[in-house]
């Protein structure tokens, strides 16, 4: 038996994206800025697209740029949002994604920003009290805290940040590639300036996303080199792309509710067989349904003598999944979240990230196979 546990890292592709995107590369292969029929037709295509995607999320199409995915999208809004709006202080947490931290950090080195990183407690919770803190002691800040965690599945409260932000003239940058497509958005009301999609992350395809810039604030390209996408981004679109990621978004927005129940069903099923199954098992970040990405379960083991070859030993039984640990040797980082949030170093760490083709058997496989594993270490 296969199983794809690793959903939070990329999504298979829904069959009905696949077909949208292969009538484009078919028929609609002109290049976007060419003014004869053929560019037309893709151009059509994109803005039809950007409306759809514009709808889903209430807000304005000229609110929304296509990126080469997440990655981009953060760092143009970090980048852009600080240094055109003259921004001198930043603030984030050390369990952001490596495209945000990074970015801050390489900002910091350069002499363009100090950075601050607001405390969070050991399950990824950010303390409100020391965000408010450090706002109301730094002249305006700009503030990036992801919506929910990619490797532990906490969610943070962005309508509360939101409204700190608002309070001190800030501004808010959010990566929500995790949680886009599996919770509802509304951009007239949520309070923060910059969000980013990733349509990997939703079924859609690799290489494609987009960033949505609140028209509160203003900024420069991030790549130049032409007017594509109303002067802020050079480089001739990914058409196909474009087109697959506001069908997936669709299909995702159509069918959120559906999806949320059978897989936070899943999730809640492995908690309660690993729980009966694996002595001394834990959770890494939140697990409770109000408090937690149903999409991701980080999961702490006491087979310490296999920790090394845990992944190694699923991937042999046909289970893909991530794994990551906290680790204090100088020559194995581990994971910079875990070790973020005071993880033990002594145990084994794997995510396990479902999505809507996940099923009950292939958590019963998992479990079996870690039940196994567990008990040859013990």
């Known amino acids: 038996m296969r199983v794809y546990f690793d959903n939070a890292a990329t999504t298979p592709i829904d069959p009905e994206v696949l077909r949208e995107m292969y009538k484009v590369m078919e028929n609609q292969y002109g290049n976007p800025s060419s003014i004869h029929s053929h560019g037309r037709e893709a151009r059509a295509l994109i803005e039809k697209s950007r409306k759809t995607i514009a709808n889903l999320l209430h807000t304005s199409p000229s609110e929304l740029f296509f990126t080469s995915g997440g990655t981009e999208a953060d760092n143009t809004a970090i980048r852009c949002g600080i240094i055109d709006n003259g921004i001198k202080h930043a603030i984030s947490s050390r369990v952001e ?4 931290i990074h970015t801050l950090e390489a900002m910091q080195k350069a002499g363009i920003i100090k950075l601050s990183f607001v405390d969070v407690d050991r399950k990824g919770n950010v303390d409100y009290n020391h965000l408010e803190e450090l706002l109301k002691s ?14 532990l599945g906490t969610i943070n409260d962005i309508e509360r940040i939101g409204e700190l932000c608002e309070k001190y003239n800030s501004i808010f940058h959010s990566d929500t590639v995790q949680t886009m497509g599996h919770y509802q958005h ?3 009301k949520l309070k923060v300036h910059f969000m980013v999609c990733s349509a990997h992350k939703l079924h859609g395809p690799k290489g494609i996303g ?24 050079g480089g001739t679109e990914n058409v196909h792309g474009i087109v697959g990621l506001a069908k997936a978004l669709e299909i995702a927005y159509a069918n959120m509710e559906e999806h949320h129940k059978h897989i936070q069903g899943l999730k809640t099923y492995m908690i309660d067989q690993l729980r009966e199954n694996v002595q001394g098992i834990d959770f890494n970040g939140e697990v ?3 408090k937690s990405l149903y999409t991701v379960l980080n999961v702490s083991f006491p087979c310490n003598e296999m920790a090394d070859m845990l992944l190694f030993n699923l991937d042999i039984a046909g289970i893909s999944a991530s794994g990551g640990s906290a680790c204090s040797s100088g020559t194995d980082i581990g994971s910079h979240v875990l070790n973020a949030i005071g993880g033990d170093s002594s145990r084994p760490s794997v995510r396990f990230s479902f999505s809507k083709y996940s099923t009950k058997n292939e958590v019963d496989y998992t479990v ?5 594993l567990c008990l040859v270490s013990a």
């Open 186 to 188: 509304d951009l007239s």
């Open 288 to 290: 409770h349904p109000d």
């Open 138 to 151: 730094n002249e305006r800040s700009f503030v990036s805290l992801m919506h929910a965690n990619n490797e």
């Open 210 to 233: 987009f960033l949505h810039v609140n028209h509160r604030v203003k900024i420069k390209p991030f790549i130049y080199g032409g007017a594509q996408e109303r002067n802020m981004r």
């Open 368 to 372: 079996a196979k870690l039940k196994e």
């Open 97 to 100: 994604h490596h495209a945000v």
